[in-house]
């Protein structure tokens, strides 16, 4: 679904003509529908469209803007209904695999239910983010990077030629341009911005020990032999509030379920044939 066509949806819905179509919807004795003994209460098609404009595909939202849309919603709720009465009638949901299928469906809406229901009970104001904000700090903080350039000879013979010149003054780029052996060497030793973990441990150990504009001695890696120039440095910066709030908000749903679920473990027995999960992977 397009921005566009959510803000047309959002202006409908909260203009006097969606104002209108937002309206409960009554029919005699509040009945929308009857299927031999079963109902469809006013109050249950009226939730239905409301799930339907807040959750449904484009198809489905435009439906519960109109008559005909809504017509259309309503006699496919009858069409299934008579459809599950008539099964129930050959007692197909009494079969072992139904049986279990039903339960599982039924186990599933009841999980997401109770979860939706503790998220809810989550304090998520942004008194509540703020603290952790606060207190949490180095997880939004973006991790240090440097602007660096090098050399990579294959001997230390080599290394040691290039960083004499450089050491009388030749101009660095110039140097790499001509001695390197990667793939860096026709951008002048350009290594662009580097984080911590992208380079291999002597390498990064010597990268960020260094000062701007500082030239390096010659380092040995599994790749060859190194000198590493630094051109600029970032420290690292704590991302705005503002701009990490749907974060936090995730992450205390996510720590609040995943405790809450550990709670739960320890309320009910719980048993897992591990024998028969080995068996079923032979």
């Known amino acids: 679904m397009t921005v566009l066509f959510k803000t047309v949806v959002f202006l409908f819905l909260f203009s006097p003509v969606g104002v209108f179509c937002q309206e409960e919807i009554h029919t005699e004795n509040d009945v929308a529908a009857e299927v031999g003994s079963r109902q469809i209460s006013a109050e249950e098609f009226q939730n239905i469209l409301i799930h339907n404009r807040l959750h449904g595909n484009t198809k489905q939202i435009l439906q519960t803007l109109t008559p005909e849309g809504k017509d259309q919603i309503l006699n496919e709720l009858?069409?299934?209904?008579?459809?599950?009465?008539?099964?129930?009638k050959r007692k197909i949901d009494e079969e072992p695999n139904i049986r279990l299928s039903i339960q599982n469906a039924k186990d599933k809406i009841l999980a997401e239910a109770l979860v939706q229901r503790q998220i809810d009970e989550l304090d998520l104001s942004d008194a509540k983010l703020k603290i952790f904000y606060d207190n949490s700090s180095e997880l939004f903080t973006t991790s240090p990077r440097i602007k660096a350039r090098h050399i990579n000879t294959r001997t230390e013979e080599e290394a040691e030629t290039a960083l004499k010149e450089i050491m009388n003054g030749r101009d660095f780029i110039e140097v790499a341009a001509e001695r390197n052996i990667d793939s860096s060497k026709s951008k002048g030793g350009d290594l662009g911005w580097v984080k911590k973990g992208a380079m291999v441990k002597p390498f990064e150990d010597a990268l960020f020990s260094l000062k701007k504009e500082q030239t390096?001695?010659?380092?040995?890696?599994?790749?060859?032999?190194?000198?590493?120039?630094?051109?600029?440095?970032?420290k690292g910066k704590i991302r705005p509030f503002d701009t990490v709030r749907e974060e936090i908000k995730k992450r205390l749903i996510e720590?609040?379920?995943?405790?809450?679920?550990?709670?739960?473990?320890?309320?009910y027995p719980?048993?897992?044939?591990?024998?028969?999960l080995q068996k079923a992977d032979r």
């Open 78 to 88: 009858v069409e299934e209904m008579l459809l599950s009465i008539e099964a129930k």
């Open 255 to 267: 720590n609040h379920i995943s405790q809450f679920k550990e709670d739960l473990k320890k309320k």
């Open 216 to 234: 390096s001695d010659i380092i040995k890696t599994s790749f060859g032999y190194h000198i590493i120039k630094v051109e600029e440095i970032e």
């Open 270 to 276: 719980i048993y897992i044939n591990t024998e028969l």
